[in-house]
């Protein structure tokens, strides 16, 4: 007889190691929803529920649904609960996301009651989501019309959304490649949504889709953590016993394979063309066939690393040597498909070389596979990817949810979900036929590569007047649907539009909002977490350690003061960062070197840091090297770093042009996804040392200095490059001005301590350069930065220290209240911008307001400039008071692993900060009063006043903006 618990049946229960769980697999009789709990020792506990989603065309049903089911529910019927728990949470996740044949609802939080509070809010909402027309209109399009004479516009979240995407080249560039090998499945179709089929989506359409997916008999939940694992088993059943069982035909088709490679051709928005600039770029795309095999899925894995992993992987560094291209697109293994997909690709080429590319990817995959890859990165590719499964370290992401994603690889296509997390034995197995002499992974690039004709090769051709063309095609419908409106049509329009603001700007009721479960004040720990440190002189250098948990590994970081440098020098950092990995060292050439990293190691990174120091109006800059091994290869670990420091070989003229090109090529890629940042940086930079760094080494100013540093080598040769570099190593490698960070248990520590003595005593030992000056630059107070993008992205911000107000712990919390109230509210939902943000840096006081792939300008600014206004107005609602120093102390407790405690204890040491300072912030944040928030209001008003304003957007739209404005932006083309 079967036995039930809680609705649920066992079907399988196995211990998984590699990620320390004891495994349980479970299906609900009544309606055949599948569960994974994992049950282990983690403190950050995760559940997730999954559903099939796939779309039948581009109007982006899948991705507007995924939003609109956090708007409110059967049981918490507010217009954003989701928004809600942001303010009011301890969370370490709280998203959706939405794949090209499955939509996934995570959630995350260490502390228990408020990990059931978010599972209970997202289980109500997505099976009793309250998805109103209204809804559809806001989250997904609308016609909006103000009045009879305004014109007729498109408006909403999603449009929004997949207009920057679609303004971003690397999106344009991604989607269409993988469209290119799957035309005749839901692969080749956009889920996310293409912005002009998206106003085809209907409000039936949109009900019916969520009431076929979205259903119990559709679902796969995921568990993971330390909670009770029968009280997992009581909270679904009581969700899903309501439900009964249905067939739900969401099945994902196959590809059927193409009996010929095939040839295509696109354009792409493109800035005007100067002379002999290259702006086209092709990729090869490979469909693979499904794949049920874990030993056949990680060999993949790793022969993905060994072909373009790395930048010396002999796939990618072929294509980087061939001079066609400037940087790789389009490259690698994706693996969350049903049948996985493999791209290589050149940006930065001309239109006549597609088919030298294609060429030269063939006959590198050809002379790989018969001539046999280097055993070394054979070796270094394994070791990598061990090491990486091993630690298992996700960052600031929790293990649970990538966990939980890993599975769906297997799980989603109805397979072993189990199986992509066991990958011990499938590793030794590998090993094994490794060492057996089996041509293992030539005989991959053979079937999966070369004699696959299941291939395209899709140009892309820069075009100046697409962005124009397709504004213009918008425009066009939208007049035409104007055009077809009868005069009770028109009013019919302006009304809907009145009501969707009328509700947007309606406030949830008080009873509404208390039925959500929110922690309260008293739930909270008033004392701030201490991570452990201990401080020492060593041979000169200041050597911090951490004693954490780390699972054996060692966390090394030695940190260069970039402080040192004269002005001038700085925009060189970011090729100087690459050169000491990517050149070569000693004798070792650049593929040796990063052979030797892979094999020893668990990875050599570079990363800056910039801040404020505590109580000084000046800023530090450092570049900081990290490495990870384990006690028993410390010695040559920090021998690597000793000679990446000591020996690159920044007279590696070919490489380190080749670094120049891919860093201006990549950074013009970040331009639209990563716009808030680029204006934010560029507003900050005028206002402290820190963020001017940033702008120098990562900014629109170190754009332009790649421009010109890319000409300047062409006349002659480097040289000049070179003993710039030289001239940064002499004045920044010496221990006596440098700081070494290591975390590990007190077993790592005292293992590696001879071997850190060992690196310490190969670096120069010299009295430190003097601090230069670094005086900053003025920069227009409105200044409007060019691109091609149908979206705008638009930054203001003042330092308050300087308008006569002291930001503490009290101001953080209204700046919480900002981004998840007014800007939320009046930015994306009103505005349809996709996001906005309120940004304070407490040790430079420097208080920031950005917006993310934004339709409008001007109106956001005004949003903006009535932040003050909105929280005089709500300082007194203690409820929300409450929720939003909850929120901001979720923001202070940011879950970190191990290596990152260390990583920020060091920050904050480099920074002048302190134990007893973050504790007093703790305490502002905790005792928040009304009077505090409106202390704060008052300042916002200042910066309302005399703050710095940059938009990131396209030109007609910052002109149009500038033929009002007494104040104008000054125009710099960016692109």
């Known amino acids: 007889m079967m036995t039930l618990l809680h609705g649920f049946q066992l079907e399988r229960e196995e211990s998984v190691p590699e990620i320390g769980c004891l495994a349980r697999l479970y299906r609900h009789e009544r309606t055949g929803a599948e569960l994974l709990s994992l049950i282990g020792e983690d403190e950050n506990k995760v559940f997730g529920v999954s559903f099939r989603t796939p779309p039948a065309d581009s109007n982006g049903i899948a991705h507007i649904l995924e939003h609109s089911v956090l708007c409110g529910s059967r049981k918490y019927p507010v217009k954003a609960p989701f928004l809600e728990m942001l303010k009011g949470s301890l969370k370490t996740f709280l998203n959706a996301m939405t794949y090209p044949d499955k939509t996934v609802y995570p959630v995350g939080s260490v502390n228990l009651q408020?990990?059931?509070?978010?599972?209970?809010?997202?289980?109500?909402?997505?099976f009793h989501p309250r998805i109103t027309p209204d809804i559809l209109k806001q989250e997904g399009w609308h016609y909006e019309l103000e009045s009879a004479d305004a014109p007729l516009i498109y408006k909403g979240v999603v449009f929004n959304e997949m207009k920057g995407s679609y303004s971003s080249p690397d999106d344009r560039v991604s989607r269409l490649s993988q469209q290119s090998v799957f035309p005749d499945t839901i692969y080749g179709i956009d889920s996310g949504g293409d912005p002009k089929d998206i106003p085809s989506l209907t409000y039936e359409t949109f009900k019916s889709f969520h009431e076929r997916y979205y259903h119990p008999s559709n679902a796969k939940f995921v568990f993971y953590g330390n909670d009770d694992?029968?009280?997992?088993?009581e909270i679904l059943d009581g969700v899903l016993s309501e439900f009964s069982r249905i067939e739900v035909d969401s099945k994902?088709?196959?590809?059927?394979?193409?009996?010929?490679?095939?040839?295509?051709?696109?354009?792409?928005?493109?800035?005007?063309?100067?002379?002999?600039?290259?702006?086209?770029?092709?990729?090869?795309?490979?469909?693979?066939?499904?794949?049920?095999?874990?030993?056949?899925?990680?060999?993949?894995?790793?022969?993905?690393?060994?072909?373009?992993?790395?930048?010396?992987?002999?796939?990618?560094?072929?294509?980087?040597?061939?001079?066609?291209?400037d940087d790789v697109t389009g490259t690698g293994l994706n693996t969350g498909?049903?049948?996985?997909?493999?791209?290589?690709?050149?940006?930065?080429?001309?239109?006549?070389?597609?088919?030298?590319?294609?060429?030269?990817?063939?006959?590198?995959?050809?002379?790989?596979?018969?001539?046999?890859?280097?055993?070394?990165?054979?070796?270094?590719?394994?070791?990598?990817?061990?090491?990486?499964?091993?630690?298992?370290?996700?960052?600031?992401?929790?293990?649970?949810?990538?966990?939980?994603?890993?599975?769906?690889?297997?799980?989603?296509?109805?397979?072993?979900?189990?199986?992509?997390?066991?990958?011990?034995?499938?590793?030794?197995?590998?090993?094994?036929?490794?060492?057996?002499?089996?041509?293992?992974?030539?005989?991959?690039?053979?079937?999966?590569?070369?004699?696959?004709?299941?291939?395209?090769?899709?140009?892309?051709?820069?075009?100046?007047?697409?962005?124009?063309?397709?504004?213009?095609?918008?425009?066009?419908?939208?007049?035409?649907?104007?055009?077809?409106?009868?005069?009770?049509?028109?009013?019919?329009?302006?009304?809907?539009?009145?009501?969707?603001?009328?509700?947007?700007?309606?406030?949830?009721?008080?009873?509404?909002?208390?039925?959500?479960?929110?922690?309260?004040?008293?739930?909270?720990?008033?004392?701030?977490?201490?991570?452990?440190?201990?401080?020492?002189?060593?041979?000169?250098?200041?050597?911090?350690?951490?004693?954490?948990?780390?699972?054996?590994?060692?966390?090394?970081?030695?940190?260069?003061?970039?402080?040192?440098?004269?002005?001038?020098?700085?925009?060189?950092?970011?090729?100087?960062?690459?050169?000491?990995?990517?050149?070569?060292?000693?004798?070792?050439?650049?593929?040796?070197?990063?052979?030797?990293?892979?094999?020893?190691?668990?990875?050599?990174?570079?990363?800056?840091?910039?801040?404020?120091?505590?109580g000084e109006n000046r800023g530090v800059a450092w570049l900081i090297l990290r490495i990870k091994t384990m006690p028993d290869k410390a010695a040559e670990s920090f021998a690597i770093l000793a000679d990446v420091l000591l020996s690159a070989r920044l007279g590696n003229h070919e490489r380190i042009a080749q670094i120049v090109n891919e860093e201006r090529a990549g950074l013009e890629s970040?331009?639209?996804?990563?716009?808030?940042?680029?204006?934010?940086?560029?507003?900050?930079?005028?206002?402290?040392?820190?963020?001017?760094?940033?702008?120098?080494?990562?900014?629109?100013?170190?754009?332009?200095?790649?421009?010109?540093?890319?000409?300047?080598?062409?006349?002659?040769?480097?040289?000049?490059?070179?003993?710039?570099?030289?001239?940064?190593?002499?004045?920044?490698?010496?221990?006596?001005?440098?700081?070494?960070?290591?975390?590990?248990?007190?077993?790592?520590?005292?293992?590696?301590?001879?071997?850190?003595?060992?690196?310490?005593?190969?670096?120069?030992?010299?009295?430190?350069?003097?601090?230069?000056?670094?005086?900053?630059?003025?920069?227009?107070?409105?200044?409007?930065?060019?691109?091609?993008?149908?979206?705008?992205?638009?930054?203001?911000?003042?330092?308050?220290p300087k308008l006569g107000y002291k930001p503490g712990g009290a101001a953080m919390v209204a700046s919480n209240w900002l981004r998840g109230g007014w800007l939320w509210d009046k930015v994306r939902v009103q505005g349809g911008a996709y996001g906005a943000f309120s940004s304070l840096d407490l040790r430079s006081g420097v208080m920031t307001f950005a917006s993310y792939r934004d339709p409008n300008l001007m109106e956001t600014v005004a949003v903006y400039d009535g932040a003050g206004g909105f929280l005089r107005g709500v300082a007194g609602n203690a409820v929300d008071l409450e929720r939003a120093i909850i929120g901001t102390i979720g923001q202070l407790d940011t879950y970190r692993l191990p290596d990152a405690k260390g990583l920020v204890s060091m920050l904050r040491y480099l920074a002048g900060d302190s134990d007893e300072r973050q504790q007093t912030i703790r305490d502002e944040v905790l005792n928040a009063s009304p009077a505090d928030i409106r202390g704060f209001a008052d300042a916002l008003d200042a910066v309302a006043a005399h703050g710095r304003t940059v938009v990131l957007g396209s030109e007609q739209a910052i002109k149009a903006a500038n033929a009002g404005l007494e104040d104008r932006f000054t125009l710099t083309k960016v692109l």
Do not use: C
């Not at 408020?114 to 997505?126: E, H, K, P, Q, R």
């Not at 070494?740 to 060992?758: I, K, Q, Y």
């Open 229 to 233: 694992p029968e009280r997992r088993l």
């Open 114 to 126: 408020d990990f059931y509070n978010l599972v209970d809010v997202y289980l109500d909402a997505v």
């Open 337 to 614: 498909l049903r049948q996985m997909r493999f791209g290589a690709g050149l940006k930065g080429i001309d239109e006549g070389d597609s088919e030298k590319v294609e060429a030269l990817v063939l006959s590198t995959l050809e002379r790989l596979a018969e001539d046999g890859l280097d055993p070394l990165t054979v070796e270094a590719s394994i070791n990598t990817i061990e090491f990486r499964l091993r630690e298992n370290n996700t960052g600031s992401f929790p293990r649970g949810i990538s966990i939980m994603l890993r599975s769906l690889n297997a799980w989603n296509y109805d397979r072993d979900p189990l199986s992509p997390l066991a990958w011990e034995a499938p590793l030794q197995m590998l090993k094994t036929r490794l060492a057996s002499g089996e041509r293992v992974f030539e005989d991959l690039i053979r079937r999966y590569l070369i004699d696959n004709v299941h291939r395209t090769r899709v140009l892309f051709t820069p075009d100046p007047e697409q962005s124009g063309r397709e504004a213009a095609d918008e425009r066009a419908k939208l007049d035409a649907a104007r055009a077809a409106m009868s005069d009770a049509d028109v009013e019919a329009v302006i009304e809907e539009t009145r009501a969707l603001k009328r509700m947007q700007e309606t406030p949830d009721s008080a009873e509404a909002l208390s039925r959500l479960p929110m922690l309260k004040l008293k739930d909270l720990d008033r004392k701030t977490a201490l991570i452990p440190i201990d401080i020492a002189e060593r041979s000169g250098a200041r050597v911090l350690t951490h004693d954490l948990a780390t699972n054996g590994v060692v966390y090394a970081d030695a940190g260069l003061d970039l402080r040192r440098l004269p002005p001038d020098l700085l925009p060189y950092i970011g090729i100087f960062r690459r050169a000491l990995l990517e050149t070569g060292a000693g004798d070792l050439d650049f593929v040796q070197l990063s052979q030797r990293i892979g094999r020893v190691t668990g990875g050599l990174s570079a990363q800056d840091f910039t801040s404020t120091v505590i």
């Open 670 to 800: 970040r331009l639209v996804p990563g716009g808030s940042s680029i204006a934010s940086t560029r507003l900050r930079a005028s206002l402290e040392e820190g963020s001017w760094v940033d702008e120098q080494i990562g900014g629109v100013s170190y754009l332009n200095f790649l421009r010109q540093l890319a000409a300047s080598i062409k006349e002659d040769g480097g040289a000049a490059l070179t003993a710039t570099l030289e001239r940064i190593r002499g004045l920044l490698v010496n221990r006596n001005a440098m700081v070494f960070n290591l975390t590990a248990d007190a077993d790592g520590l005292t293992r590696v301590e001879p071997d850190l003595a060992g690196l310490l005593a190969r670096l120069p030992s010299a009295a430190p350069a003097a601090y230069p000056d670094w005086l900053i630059p003025g920069l227009p107070r409105f200044e409007g930065l060019t691109m091609p993008a149908k979206v705008n992205y638009v930054a203001k911000g003042e330092s308050l």
């Open 252 to 325: 994902i088709g196959l590809q059927p394979r193409f009996n010929a490679p095939r040839q295509l051709q696109h354009t792409l928005p493109a800035g005007a063309q100067e002379a002999g600039e290259k702006q086209a770029r092709v990729t090869l795309n490979w469909m693979l066939d499904e794949v049920d095999d874990v030993e056949l899925n990680l060999s993949l894995a790793i022969l993905n690393h060994i072909l373009v992993g790395t930048h010396a992987a002999p796939l990618r560094k072929a294509l980087i040597d061939s001079r066609l291209g």
